[in-house]
């Protein structure tokens, strides 16, 4: 039977890139006629971009990677950077289809291009797919219930004409098929509450019911109802094949050899699951009078704790943040002398490898999926502070539908989504509370992370829910295994 390939094209940035290598591998790892070619844009100049394409480039000869030119984003629309950079982008990837759609009908012995893999932000690229009469899906870096939460508020939006800017602060409860609880307004996602972004958020809805399918970073055990509320035909067959996780990263940890190893050191001192560890993505920070309110949050709170304390970028960007140059200059006076046994501050974290460590035993999370489904991996129970996209969402799925964590503050937005309105400080007070209720969790909530735990590493075993999952999709996109 002839080879199959499929392009697949990502969202710039590590957060999008690597559940999507990740999703590529196991596909390949499951089906050798597979091979994937991946089309990379690029924003800035990021190494560990670069060395974990390299890593895998090398590890696998079926995978491979094409950088597109950079382009510069349009200055004076930075809120519409994504759709810019990607709809300027089209014209490249058009050449990269052409060139690799002519070698497959030219040659006997090249691959049939099956299809196109596209991130959720991509969804233009749907137009050059059909150029060449390709089948087009999605790959969704996000749960199972906000792709559910997109299609009802596009339904919401193009059928019933509700304005969801209304909703913003709203104490309105929304009842949809992908939840079992009512979800209050307050907690949709800025992006969704704000007049100049909701049209990009819709948009991307709206295509995704043009393509032959979409593949969700998620697994049926910790899913199922949102699963199963795609099941009427209303929407494209959707393949819940998680969790993917990057759990080698060889290249962050060479580049960070010496702090890597300062962590882990550390670590090894604490006792077990004694350890509250607090980070916030990316591009996760906070201003000074916030960061104290941590600060003094966590030494009464009397918990030992490793702090990835970044330095926010100037306002209204989405730049990864940087680590401090000297943190005691944003810390409470005194603050690292009286806790110098009990705590560690850090920038940059290996995170993996913390919430891996068994002396961790709670998280403090901005409820990026990513973050939580290797909190899930590792049994880490989580205390919520969401900061943007559709974090506060997550964190409502997290304790409300799933009961797997914990809330310091569901409704927080970050600097960079408050829109103009004055950013709520989290007392010390709250958070202290936030971080005693997470380690001193009952038995039964733990036992439930656990579990849960357990069934998203058995997901991915080869008779697994997840591997099932992978299997209907190739067959879906190129047929019975030989």
């Not at 000297?326 to 005194?334: F, H, K, R």
């Not at 920038?347 to 993996?352: D, H, R, S």
Request: hydrophobic fraction near 40%.
């Amino acid at each position: 039977m002839k080879k199959a390939e499929l392009i697949f094209i990502p969202t710039p940035g590590m957060s999008h890139l690597v559940s999507t290598v990740e999703v590529a591998k196991l596909l390949v790892d499951r089906d050798e006629r597979l091979s994937i070619t991946f089309l990379i844009m690029k924003l800035h100049f990021d190494p560990k971009v670069d060395r974990f394409i390299d890593s895998v480039s090398t590890a696998c000869n079926r995978i491979r990677f094409i950088h597109l030119s950079k382009l510069e984003p349009d200055p004076n629309q930075p809120k519409k950077l994504f759709v810019s950079m990607i709809e300027a982008q089209k014209p490249s990837v058009k050449e990269e289809v052409s060139t690799l759609v002519s070698l497959s009908e030219s040659s006997p012995s090249s691959p049939t291009i099956a299809g196109i893999v596209l991130d959720m932000f991509c969804t233009s690229m749907i137009d050059v797919a059909n150029e060449f009469g390709l089948p087009s899906y999605i790959f969704l870096t996000s749960s199972a219930a906000s792709l559910g939460l997109q299609f009802y508020v596009q339904t919401l939006h193009d059928e019933q004409k509700v304005d969801l800017t209304e909703f913003k602060g709203s104490d309105t409860e929304l009842v949809m098929p992908c939840l079992v609880n009512p979800l209050p307004a307050k907690l949709l996602p800025s992006v969704m509450l704000n007049k100049e972004w909701l049209p990009i958020l819709i948009s991307p809805a709206r295509r995704f019911r043009e393509t032959k399918g979409i593949m969700v970073n998620t697994f049926e055990e910790l899913e199922s109802h949102a699963i199963n509320s795609f099941s009427n035909g209303n929407t494209p067959p959707v393949y819940p094949v998680g969790p993917m996780l990057s759990l080698y990263r060889d290249g962050d940890r060479d580049a960070e050899s010496d702090k890597f190893k300062d962590i882990r050191q550390w670590l090894d001192n604490q006792p077990l699951s004694s350890v509250v560890y607090l980070c916030f993505g990316s591009v996760g920070s906070f201003g000074v009078d916030q960061v104290k309110e941590i600060a003094c949050g966590l030494e009464q709170s009397g918990h030992r704790f490793l702090w990835s304390l970044r330095q926010p970028q100037p306002k209204g960007q989405m730049e990864p943040s940087s680590d401090y140059t000297n943190p005691q200059d944003v810390l409470p006076e005194g603050f690292l002398d009286r806790t110098a046994k009990t705590g560690k501050i850090i920038g940059w974290a290996p995170q993996i490898d913390i919430l891996g460590h068994p002396s961790v035993g709670g998280f403090v999370s901005h409820c990026g999926w990513n973050s939580i489904l290797e909190s899930i991996w590792f049994g880490v129970p989580i205390a919520t502070w969401p900061l943007y996209a559709e974090q506060q969402f997550n964190a409502f799925t997290l304790i409300v539908e799933l009961g797997l964590g914990v809330e310091i503050k569901m409704d927080y937005r970050g600097d960079f989504q408050s829109d103009g309105d004055e950013n709520i400080i989290v007392s010390a007070g709250e958070i202290e509370r936030g971080v005693r209720c997470l380690m001193e969790l009952d038995n039964e909530k733990r036992e439930r992370v656990k579990e849960m735990s357990g069934k998203s590493r058995k997901a991915l075993e080869n008779d697994g829910t997840s591997s099932s999952w992978l299997d209907r999709f190739i067959h879906d996109v190129v047929g019975h295994k030989p």
